[in-house]
């Protein structure tokens, strides 16, 4: 896995967050930890599953774990962030 890969899934995650009006995790570390693993979970398994949670095996189950999944928007509604961390509600200004 490369920078570059790294940087497309950053990229990717913050189009999309800024797209719902999420941002991003501002603890860099915890963001950075997130990328890799979806970055590594689409070199390795050709998709970007979700590092924070299991994975059947069965790529028709696990689709609704392809980030963003399928919990995401209850999860920062309820609580102001989804399971990895990945994206969180904006605070209001």
């Known amino acids: 896995m490369t920078e570059e890969e790294i940087e497309a899934t950053r990229a990717k995650a913050k189009a999309y967050a800024k797209e719902k009006g999420y941002v991003l995790n501002v603890d860099e ?45 209850q999860e920062i509604e309820e609580q102001g962030s989804c399971h990895c961390r990945l994206f969180f509600k904006k605070k209001s200004e």
């Open 29 to 73: 570390k915890q963001l950075s930890a997130v990328l890799r693993g979806l970055a590594r979970n689409k070199e390795r398994l050709g998709a970007a599953y979700c590092p924070c949670r299991l994975r059947s095996g069965d790529p028709e189950k696990d689709r609704i774990i392809i980030c963003p999944c399928l919990y995401h928007e």
